[in-house]
């Protein structure tokens, strides 16, 4: 329908009097007030503007210049539904109203100020959704699904375009004016969708701009985790995400990202790297705190044994926390002496042990650990003279042997035979004048036999086997047989 804001009245039956603007008449030579004047002249679908005269409970009178006033019916005042007049215009407002009809049955000029503001607003609406500027418009209610808006005409803002995250109550954004793009129209059908998330977007792009501008790798700054995923956290620097990813959340093992932190947490990080042309911040959290690693390397060294608490266990090996956020790996062949096949036969998650620092690699930050040295179930490799020392410190009195008894002067039981992971079975003693193995050079010259006699090896096994029964041993100090009498010595 064609809409004019400029009202022309009639034209006056009689001459105006110059001067009078057209207000006064001259009609057979006397001059009358030109009332005609004074009206407005439109046509139904006209807009006019009038002055809000009475508010009743259901309606409200308009004196638009007519020469009758027009009333509003409760229904045509606003898009809200159920609205009480007295909340929509006030007494003396000069509002604009559309003319549905000159004369009703019962005589009356019908207008409505809903439509109106309707053909207004479409007019509006258009042009800023061809020129792609925003629109404002009070949320008025919440559906399913998303807001309605006020616009002049009802506005569909839906849920996932309200913000740039997604908003669960809905509810609080009841009341409020909000600024929205276009982004469907749709006149036939009076369809208006909204977009408040492409005006912040718009807002936020000129923003993260001078934030990536500002930002450098190794700077410290702090900000609130906006949202938690399997691989990380997101943290939102006054303007733009960035992701801390979960290996750079602690120096510990993390499993998920919420042991560590929670949304709406502000943290301090560390700006790991920086892409401006995908505008990707990645940052970090263990980089704020202490690193442990360099408690280990100044405070342990190689050789120390401490407690630890088993992390998990692999099929080759175990690894174990000695610190929070440090962890070492006891390979499967230092978790026992004796043959491991699957390391969950000796160790298993949570349990608590000593464990032996065996090498520190401070350039791999990687920890070597041993249960097993530490058990007693073997003997690192050292110094031979302290090994056997050892043995005969712990040998309180002649022991019995597969050979015999042992006496004084007879040589200790081989003490790196202990020392390592596989089993000697006991070897009988040799011939006093054979050559010990791990004695010095000079003792192996002082009871060297004479060159037709067999070698110490020979020797043991010659002896294994002789001497024949009832024939006494003739050397001095070397004990008989095990299964013949024992025969005095010579002497």
Not at 290 to 300: A, C, G
């Amino acid at each position: 329908m064609p809409a004019t804001d400029t009202l022309t009245p009639p034209a006056a039956a009689g001459t105006p009097v110059e001067g009078s603007g057209g207000l006064l008449v001259e009609i057979d030579g006397k001059v009358v007030p030109n009332y005609a004047a004074t009206m407005v002249s439109f046509d139904e679908g006209d807009v006019v503007k009038g002055r809000v005269v009475r508010i009743d409970k259901d309606e409200v009178l308009v004196d638009i210049g007519y020469k009758s006033e027009g009333v509003i019916p409760s229904t045509e005042l606003s898009i809200r539904k159920s609205v009480d007049p007295a909340d929509e215009v006030e007494l003396g407002e000069e509002i604009d109203a559309l003319v549905l009809t000159k004369e009703d049955s019962e005589g009356r000029l019908v207008l409505s100020k809903k439509r109106a503001r309707f053909e207004k607003a479409w007019r509006r609406i258009e042009a800023a959704a061809e020129s792609g500027e925003p629109v404002e418009g009070t949320v008025i209610e919440v559906v399913k699904g998303g807001l309605i808006l006020d616009l002049g005409v009802r506005g569909f803002l839906p849920a996932s375009l309200v913000d740039i995250r997604r908003v669960h109550n809905l509810d609080e954004f009841l009341g409020q004016t909000l600024e929205c793009k276009v982004i469907e129209l749709n006149r036939s059908r009076n369809n208006v969708v909204l977009s408040r998330r492409a005006v912040l977007e718009e807002e936020r792009k000129e923003v993260r701009e001078q934030i990536l501008g500002r930002l450098q790798p190794g700077q410290v700054v702090e900000g609130k985790i906006s949202n938690i995923v399997d691989f990380g956290a997101f943290v939102d620097l006054d303007g733009i995400d960035g992701l801390i990813h979960i290996s750079e959340l602690s120096w510990s093992h993390v499993n998920h990202p919420s042991e560590v932190v929670s949304i709406g947490n502000t943290v301090r990080i560390k700006v790991l790297d920086i892409d401006r042309d995908r505008q990707r911040i990645s940052l970090g959290l263990k980089q704020t705190q202490e690193d442990p690693w360099q408690r280990v390397i100044s405070t342990y060294r190689s050789g120390d044994v401490l407690e630890g608490t088993v992390t998990k266990v692999v099929a080759f090996g175990a690894f174990v926390e000695i610190l929070p956020g440090v962890e070492g790996l006891v390979h499967i062949s230092e978790l026992a002496d004796h043959h491991v096949e699957n390391p969950s036969e000796v160790v298993e998650p949570d349990s608590k042990l000593n464990v032996k620092i065996l090498e520190i690699d401070e350039e791999r930050r990687r920890l070597s650990l041993s249960i097993k040295r530490v058990e007693g179930g073997n003997m690192p490799m050292g110094d031979l003279g302290e090994q056997i020392q050892d043995a005969e410190a712990s040998a309180e009195g002649p022991e019995e042997s597969a050979a015999g008894p042992v006496g004084e002067g007879d040589p200790p039981p081989p003490a790196v035979a202990e020392a390592s992971s596989e089993e000697v079975p006991p070897t009988p003693p040799p011939a006093a004048e054979a050559p010990q193995e791990d004695a010095s050079e000079a003792e192996a010259a002082a009871e060297e036999p004479a060159a037709e006699e067999p070698v110490a090896e020979e020797a043991q096994a010659e002896e294994a086997s002789a001497p024949a029964a009832g024939e006494p041993v003739t050397e001095e100090g070397t004990p008989p047989a095990a299964d013949e009498p024992e025969a005095p010595s010579e002497d």
